[in-house]
């Protein structure tokens, strides 16, 4: 791994470690009643301060588009598949923000404590447009177990985003946001053995944004999605 690859990953752990502490911190903040009206500031969060961001950066023009619609917090109903045949249920959250001057879009995966485990499970990806290749190279962070995975992928069509790697035990693996709409869309996992030409799907996450209305078909009571 030459120096200039292993600065890139320095900088990428680091900046995942300021944004995750800055998702434990914020909640203490809000629980205490400490936030921004404090009399002293809280040099805690001044990382938190320089890295934010109201908004895409104005050079990236329409290609924000297709990522700043999911800006926010969305509610998230997780469903994993084993080989197996087992099917788990869990829930969670997912929140998407702007960070480093709006050049970059920030993601934080929340899974909710469930069965025996006490606490909860948090990741973070990491992605840019990249002008060359007119692609939106991603990188996903697993800092319980120490890992990380390089995607590179962007929007197919309107309502769907697909992004690839190999980083996971050399499988072809695609990740997809999938009938994006305002208020919901599902994300996907699917794993490919033979070269793309069968998928096998490892998991399937139906995300409502948090604080939209619930909406039916027909009149009926039951969710959009």
Not at 16 to 36: M, N, Q, Y
Not at 94 to 115: A, C, E, K, N
Not at 183 to 192: G, Q
Request: aromatic share 12%; proline share 4%.
């Amino acid at each position: 791994m030459n120096t200039s690859t292993v600065t890139r990953w320095v900088a990428v752990w680091l900046l995942a470690s300021c944004i995750l502490s800055w998702v434990s911190v914020s909640r203490e903040a809000a629980a205490t009643g400490k936030a921004g009206g404090a009399p002293a500031a809280d040099p805690r969060l001044d990382m938190v301060t320089e890295l934010q961001a109201m908004g895409p950066h104005s050079s990236l023009g329409d290609q924000a588009k297709a990522f700043g619609r999911f800006v926010g917090t969305w509610d998230v109903e997780y469903t994993d598949f084993s080989t197996d045949g087992n099917v788990t249920h869990r829930s969670g959250e997912f929140t998407v923000g702007w960070v480093l001057d709006g050049r970059v879009m920030q993601d934080i995966w929340i899974v909710y404590p469930s069965g025996t485990r006490k606490d909860r499970e948090v990741y973070t990806e990491l992605r840019y447009y990249d002008p060359k290749s007119g692609t939106w190279p991603m990188t996903f962070i697993d800092p319980e177990h120490a890992s990380a995975a390089k995607f590179t992928g962007g929007a197919v069509g309107e309502d769907r985003i697909v992004f690839d790697t190999r980083d996971f035990d050399g499988a072809d693996t695609r990740w997809s946001f999938n009938d994006v709409r305002p208020d919901s869309f599902v994300w996907r996992e699917e794993e490919s053995l033979d070269g793309g030409k069968t998928w096998r799907l490892l998991a399937e996450h139906h995300m409502k944004r948090r604080g939209a209305p619930t909406r039916s078909r027909g009149g009926a009571g039951g969710l959009l999605f």
